[in-house]
């Protein structure tokens, strides 16, 4: 039984008894398909800095709008997260501009209608996120609610525990990585970099990555594997910041070393 009293339906509580049961594959359409939801996503909060790894998203339109919040740093997700409580707005219409500014808009070009989001945590511990992207019609029920919170608590027993990822018997379970379409390791590298070349934090070499992808209206893992690649570079000339094209090799005179290595 839910939170809210009602009881989950079948088809959950088929999705719950499968969760610790299933090898390696991808669970994400058969929660879809129970929530009557038009995409499903579990992010995994990984790392020192708890950087938001997409795990399984379905469809893809799932892994978009994972990749729009991670690019654009807000959202119900992060929101999710820092607060601890679910974010639950199946109609982004009516959400305030100013609350998310944007990505109301470009979650409006996507075709995204509504999300609800279910951190999994327990106290002050956050290790990852449910989303559910909602359909416009029909509009989000108690039972759906009821059921994605009780997926959301089953996951988060899970992943504290462990079932997801090791076999009974302590071997790995295979879990499959996250969609080709995020490049979370090149952010990591890219804003190692930036952090370098600016002269700044971790957390500001994040922000003005973030910025540049924003503005240039790419997604984040495209732009940091830019830099990764030395296609990109990020200087500042004491009134701003701004970037340079890097020859496709590295090596040309808008290099870092200048093209001698």
Not at 9 to 31: F, I, K, T, Y
Request: glycine share 14%; charged share 20%; with cysteine.
């Amino acid at each position: 039984m839910a939170e809210s009293g009602t009881v989950i339906s079948d088809g959950m509580s088929e999705v719950l008894r499968r969760l610790h049961l299933d090898g390696p594959g991808d669970p994400a359409p058969a929660w879809a398909r129970v929530l009557g939801a038009e995409g499903v996503a579990l992010t995994l909060l990984v790392g020192a800095e708890r950087t938001p790894e997409p795990l399984w998203c379905h469809p893809g339109l799932s892994a978009r709008f994972e990749e729009l919040q991670f690019t654009l740093g807000e959202g119900p997700g992060p929101e999710a997260v820092r607060t601890g409580s679910p974010v639950l707005e199946p109609d982004l219409e009516r959400v305030r501009s100013e609350r998310w500014p944007a990505l109301i808009p470009a979650a409006a070009k996507l075709g995204v209608h509504g999300v609800c989001c279910f951190p999994l945590g327990i106290g002050a511990i956050r290790v990852g996120v449910l989303t559910v992207l909602c359909a416009r019609e029909p509009r989000m029920g108690a039972q759906q609610y009821a059921d994605a919170a009780a997926l959301a608590a089953a996951l988060t027993g899970a992943l504290l525990g462990g079932d997801l990822r090791r076999n009974g018997d302590g071997s790995p379970l295979g879990v499959p990585e996250p969609p080709s379409g995020l490049h979370r390791p090149a952010v990591h590298q890219a804003t190692g970099m930036i952090s370098v070349q600016l002269g700044v934090s971790m957390q500001e070499a994040l922000l003005r990555l973030r910025a540049h992808a924003y503005g240039s209206e790419r997604p984040l893992g495209e732009v940091a594997q830019d830099v990764v690649a030395r296609r990109l570079r990020f200087r500042d000339d004491h009134t701003g910041d701004f970037t340079d094209d890097f020859d496709d090799d590295g090596s040309g005179p808008n290099s870092p070393d200048g093209g001698k290595g």
